[in-house]
């Protein structure tokens, strides 16, 4: 009963913002595939959402609560621009990303106006080997040792990119609300990803124990640069922009990953026959996304 209320609350609130959404068009939100779980698993006991969308992958999906209009979407785009994104992407030594710095993904420009909230994210993308273009043409690249190509690194491509979806907001006249969520810290201890790095703690940490990785406080220094300036020229022209800042919290709860995965990793064919289990330190369980809803749905609500 406790979280059949907790879900009509959600859902009333929502629709009482906006009551002029209420039966003429679906109330649609934007979300991660993460965020779209904690949102839609509250509302449960007031009505099982359906699945009327997905993909091949089912890496964007599109749930409807029929009786309420109410629509939850996860869109993948996880440059936010265009990008080809080879088949071996999770091998040992995939090939590199084709990334179009001047062109946004269409599989969410498309949308983006039908969505009435909408919450951005990128980042840890950027990392992976990567060739950047504009008007089709080379510009450089990141970690692309076989290539006859200038490596200057992520950093530059992941600015153009956020600088260009933020004005596309800020252009759009949009009258839905928009937030942009900043990147999540991963918890790696003794060593990277690749070098055996683990994710064991038991419980949270106090302010200042805990770092950004490298990786983390360029992609977050990025994100706050970039969405201070737009936000000036939002205001003005009345565009509803949010930052949605979770890396400060989420900074604290290093508990809060799967660790070690059920499932092998795709390294060499020696390493993969000793069973080693992916280390995932990067994605976060149920509890820190049911924390990041919680102060998205009062965002939402109180605005």
């Known amino acids: 009963m406790k979280h059949q209320l907790i879900g009509f609350k959600i859902l009333s609130q929502i629709l009482c913002k906006q009551p002029e959404l209420y039966g003429k068009r679906a109330t649609r939100f934007g979300l991660s595939s993460l965020e779209v779980e904690a949102t839609r698993l509250p509302l449960d006991p007031v009505e099982h959402a359906t699945l009327f969308y997905h993909d091949e992958s089912y890496q964007s999906q599109t749930w409807l609560f029929p009786s309420y209009n109410l629509?939850?979407?996860?869109?993948?785009?996880?440059?936010?621009?265009?990008?080809?994104?080879?088949?071996?992407?999770?091998?040992?030594?995939?090939?590199?990303?084709?990334?179009?710095l001047d062109t946004l993904d269409p599989s969410w420009t498309d949308q983006f106006?039908?969505?009435?909230?909408?919450?951005?994210?990128?980042?840890?993308?950027?990392?992976?080997?990567?060739?950047y273009y504009q008007?089709?043409?080379?510009?450089w690249c990141h970690d692309c040792p076989k290539r006859n190509l200038t490596d200057i690194g992520f950093d530059s491509a992941y600015r153009r990119v956020i600088m260009g979806v933020l004005d596309y907001i800020v252009e759009s006249n949009h009258t839905g609300t928009v937030f942009y969520r900043t990147t999540s810290p991963s918890h790696f201890e003794g060593?990277?990803?690749?070098?055996?790095?683990?994710?064991?703690?038991?419980?949270?940490?106090?302010?200042?124990?805990?770092?950004?990785?490298?990786?983390d406080k360029i992609l977050r220094d990025i994100e706050i640069e970039e969405f201070g300036r737009a936000y000036v020229e939002a205001r003005e022209k009345g565009v509803k922009l949010r930052v949605f800042d979770v890396n400060p919290m989420s900074l604290l709860w290093p508990d809060g990953h799967p660790g070690r995965l059920g499932f092998l990793d795709r390294r060499p064919v020696w390493v993969r026959m000793q069973r080693l289990l992916v280390i995932a330190c990067i994605g976060a369980c149920p509890g820190p996304i049911d924390s990041w809803n919680d102060v998205l749905m009062e965002m939402v609500v109180n605005g």
């Open 113 to 131: 106006k039908t969505w009435d909230y909408t919450n951005f994210s990128a980042g840890k993308w950027y990392s992976r080997s990567s060739i």
């Open 191 to 215: 060593a990277e990803w690749f070098d055996g790095g683990v994710c064991e703690r038991k419980g949270p940490v106090k302010e200042g124990e805990f770092g950004l990785s490298w990786l």
């Open 135 to 139: 008007n089709d043409t080379v510009l």
């Open 71 to 100: 629509t939850t979407s996860v869109i993948w785009s996880p440059f936010l621009a265009k990008a080809i994104i080879p088949q071996n992407i999770y091998d040992a030594s995939p090939s590199e990303v084709d990334v179009h």
